[in-house]
């Protein structure tokens, strides 16, 4: 089982910049390929970023350029650290893990309860 809590949203203005946390738990916590994942209030959970245990770093064209995603394996954390951002990008945004590849919303098994961020124009 992996636990997964998100934090460091927040209420920001466009062209500010946030660095979501998220904390992972269990002892496998290292062998899961992680992501971050988005929900705008009416849309779906859409894709944002993914780091795989194999490595690289992916994206999503809406964050290419502005988002990076990062890992230390030591600590069991995931960041976001999202620059530039713009009122579309505000949403919930969930952390999620699984062994899988690559990581979808209906395949992804361990999801945190996710983070507000709201960028106001």
């Known amino acids: 089982q992996v636990q997964l809590v998100e934090s460091g949203g927040g209420l920001v203005q466009a062209g500010d910049s946030l660095r979501l946390s998220c904390a992972g738990s269990?002892?496998?916590?290292?062998?899961?390929?992680m992501g971050w994942f988005r929900q705008a209030p009416g849309k779906e959970r859409e894709f944002v970023a993914a780091?795989?245990?194999?490595?690289?770093?992916y994206y999503a064209e809406t964050a290419k350029g502005r988002f990076t995603v990062s890992r230390d394996y030591a600590k069991n954390m995931v960041y976001l650290q999202m620059n530039r951002l713009k009122p579309e990008d505000t949403a919930v945004y969930y952390c999620?893990?699984?062994?899988?590849?690559?990581?979808?919303?209906?395949?992804?098994?361990?999801w945190g309860r996710g983070t507000q961020v709201t960028v106001s124009s």
């Open positions: 269990g002892r496998t916590f290292n062998s899961y390929n």
């Open positions: 999620a893990a699984d062994t899988s590849w690559p990581l979808t919303v209906p395949t992804i098994r361990f």
């Open positions: 780091i795989p245990t194999s490595g690289g770093y």
